[in-house]
């Protein structure tokens, strides 16, 4: 290259430099206008306090953090963990096959059949629990079908762990199906064949060969539903009863009828953390495995 075209070239490169620096300029301030700044004024109230006419003000107390360490807060994170890998696990377990049967069978209507689990979910979540509120509830759809067909007088659904847990997979259970969908669709058929020949079993060629090879969807569907079922509220508020709060409702409790914005701030970050935490060796420990492998 001549010293010329050198010269031509740095004013191009300085452009594109310039230009991707004012395409980062706008979501850059969005975050930290929008997510940075919120979350810090999170962390500054979780050591605030509550004034006598009930407002929350900055201090620097570590009262609330103390509190978390409450018996019946910690119950409640211990159960809103049960109910996030219940969650998870039968999420896995439905979304699998879904995605293997539309990835492998569903021939050239892959995108038809991935459209009509995905639509679906287009609505609220609010929605879609309130309409599962009407169909179990003592007197919704489900159990007048029970009373009209003779099988049962009835039975209750709602305010039950299992009530919570089936709503928690139902609202997340598309983020599964959709990395293992991912996944399925960029394996090379050609391993599958091959493991049918070096195995003689569909089911030791699955465990063997397909399965490995989509791990990686599969992790990434377990992270996307843990997420958010850990610190969901709205299905144990609608399809739950007390005994069966999460960590959710009571931060949502805290910023609401408790009026103990702190408390609500410190439970926030200690659930931060606690995910933090529980992901970082998630990750650690998935990708350990796929050095492994």
């Known amino acids: ?60 107390s570590t009262a609330n953090y103390r509190a978390i360490w409450n018996e019946v807060y910690l119950e409640l994170l211990l159960r809103s963990l049960a109910y996030a890998v219940a969650t998870v696990i039968i999420s896995a377990l439905i979304a699998y096959p879904v995605a293997y049967a539309i990835a492998l069978h569903g021939g050239r209507y892959k995108n038809v059949l991935i459209a009509a689990i995905v639509v679906p979910f287009f609505a609220s979540y609010l929605v879609r629990m309130y309409a599962w509120k009407a169909l179990l509830s003592d007197d919704g759809l489900v159990n007048s079908g029970l009373r009209r067909s003779g099988l049962s007088d009835g039975i209750t659904f709602l305010n039950t762990s299992g009530a919570v847990i089936a709503g928690l997979v139902y609202g997340f259970v598309v983020f599964m199906i959709l990395p293992v969908y991912a996944s399925l669709e960029r394996l090379d058929k050609s391993l599958i064949e091959a493991g049918k020949d070096l195995y003689h079993s569909p089911v030791r060629t699955f465990f063997s060969v397909t399965l490995p090879a989509t791990r990686a969807g599969l992790y990434g569907g377990v992270l996307l539903v843990f997420l958010p079922a ?43 953390a606690a995910l933090t935490i529980l992901m970082v060796a998630y990750l650690r420990g998935t990708s350990t495995r796929g050095r492994e492998i």
């Open 230 to 272: 850990l610190g969901d509220f709205v299905s144990a508020q609608l399809l739950g009863g007390a005994n069966t709060y999460m960590m959710g409702n009571l931060v949502q409790q805290q910023f609401t009828e408790g009026q103990n914005w702190p408390l609500g701030s410190a439970l926030t970050v200690g659930l931060m």
């Open 1 to 60: 290259m001549t010293a010329g075209q050198e010269v031509a070239k740095r004013p191009r490169s300085a452009q594109r430099t310039s230009l991707w620096g004012w395409l980062l300029a706008l979501p850059t301030a969005w975050m930290v206008v929008f997510f940075v700044s919120s979350m810090v004024i999170i962390v500054l109230l979780s050591f605030g306090r509550t004034t006598n006419d009930g407002y929350p003000a900055f201090a620097t």
